[in-house]
């Protein structure tokens, strides 16, 4: 296993995730394009409320599981321990079955209490809770296989194949019928649907024999300890990823949702090297903390901080410079709004990015309760902060506080990865 962090094999393994995520973000950009021009700033901005409420949910569903199977899986597997691997995947499907029919049924149960929710709001959530189990399905098969250090298989399903499916089905429908965000939401369930059946395939291809045959299952009470803060973490870094779009939805009007939804997406092109770094290395951050490899660890985390500045800096720059001219083109004159907010939403996803994946690092190193604090602090900030500016100053608002918010959490993730690593 020494090999496969020889710079050859460093650099395989960032260009096959590579490509994954740049097709994730070229599939994600054209689907953009297509519900910008067919739906307006308003459907999208109901299309994005519903996937945002779907999103936070199914923090609900998945529990932080993802990160335990990632972590849990490269450990026992790089100590052949097929047992406790089979008996950590059986308990988590159980597990997060459960917990996605309790999302599901929150999400009926508030629409339900709310009596004064749109009748177009309400249809459309009921369809989108139907992503709830079929997201949560990805990411477990997707923990599974990164876990088996199959990274690029683990990715390929969801980030890919159901980004691919969904703009055929959308350009099926907007040449036989007139979209709206329910349709758009109902394509999406199904796009995800078929990519599913096909990550269960490669799963059980990828997956060891000794794992498979494996009858007995018991149950490690640690799981469970861990699991928490894992799921503090997701549930933290979900709400940060879309306070500012839900509250945005709350203060102000579905046209600006829309609009400052486009601006956060390219803003986040400024954190796919980041995305592909942590993906990447996350199962070696965890192998190289348990065998005590830690001179390796610490060139990987230098290795992985390079590759996700210099890719921060590239859409930053040309999206600042051009991003005015670009905005109205590509989604259309009701978006060019969107401008201000992407150049202020660059700084923080930049930012956060230059410091590389810090936060990955302390989940996989064992030190996920620190980082659960760390989010915690980051995302009161950021709801806070919306609270306060998102009244007077709108979408600017909005951005100037994801931003800070974003800064702060690089910053201190930095900080206690730089010192649990001077330790050793």
């Known amino acids: 296993m020494k090999d496969d962090l020889a710079g050859a094999a460093i650099m395989r393994l960032l260009s096959g995730v590579g490509v994954i995520k740049l097709a994730n973000v070229g599939f994600g950009f054209g689907v953009s394009v297509l519900l910008a021009n067919a739906l307006g700033p ?43 691997v089979h008996s950590l995947w059986t308990w988590s499907v159980k597990t997060t079955f459960i917990l996605s029919i309790t999302a599901m049924g929150i999400i009926y149960f508030a629409l339900w209490s709310f009596g004064n929710v749109a009748a177009e709001r309400i249809f459309i959530m009921v369809i989108a809770t139907m992503i709830v189990p079929l997201s949560a399905a990805h990411a477990l098969v997707s923990g599974a296989l990164r876990g088996l250090h199959h990274v690029a ?37 199904v796009s995800s649907l078929f990519a599913l059946v ?33 799921a503090l973490i997701a549930g933290i870094l979900q709400i940060n990823n879309y306070a500012d779009i839900i509250l945005i939805g709350i203060f102000r009007t579905d046209e600006e949702v829309g609009i400052y939804r486009i601006a956060q997406q390219l803003s986040l092109l400024s954190v796919i090297g980041l995305q592909i770094v942590g993906t990447s290395f996350s199962p070696r951050y965890a192998r190289l903390w348990k065998e005590g490899s830690f001179v390796q660890l610490k060139r990987l985390v230098v290795i992985g901080a390079c590759v996700s500045l210099v890719l921060a ?38 930012g956060f990015a230059a410091v590389g994946p810090a936060n990955v690092v302390l989940n996989m190193i064992g030190q996920q309760s620190l980082n659960a604090k760390l989010t915690a602090v980051s995302a009161t900030a ?3 902060l919306n609270i306060v500016l998102i009244p007077k100053f ?31």
Do not use: C, H
């Open 42 to 84: 308003r459907g999208v901005g109901i299309y994005t409320f519903a996937i945002s409420v779907v999103s936070i949910a199914g923090v609900l569903s998945l529990f932080g599981m993802p990160r335990l199977l990632i972590r849990e899986t490269a450990w026992y597997a790089s100590e052949q321990k097929w047992k406790e």
């Open 394 to 424: 709108g979408i600017i608002g909005a951005a100037s506080a994801t931003a800070t918010a974003s800064l702060f959490l690089g910053a201190a993730s930095l900080y206690e990865v730089t010192k649990a690593l001077k330790r050793k």
């Open 382 to 384: 950021n709801i806070v």
């Open 198 to 230: 096909v990550a269960v395939w490669i799963l059980w291809n990828k997956t060891p024999t000794s794992i498979r045959q494996e009858k007995t299952n018991f149950y490690d009470p640690n799981w469970f300890q861990t699991l928490l803060s894992f």
């Open 153 to 189: 298989y683990g990715l390929f399903p969801d980030l890919v194949l159901r980004q691919a499916i969904l703009i055929i089905l959308l350009l099926l429908a907007t040449s036989f019928y007139t979209l709206t965000g329910v349709i758009a939401v109902g394509l999406y369930a």
């Open 313 to 350: 800096l590239i859409p930053m720059v040309v999206l600042a410079l051009a991003g005015n001219l670009l905005i109205p083109i590509v989604f259309g004159e009701q978006f060019s709004e969107s401008y201000f907010p992407m150049l202020v939403l660059f700084i923080g996803t930049a």
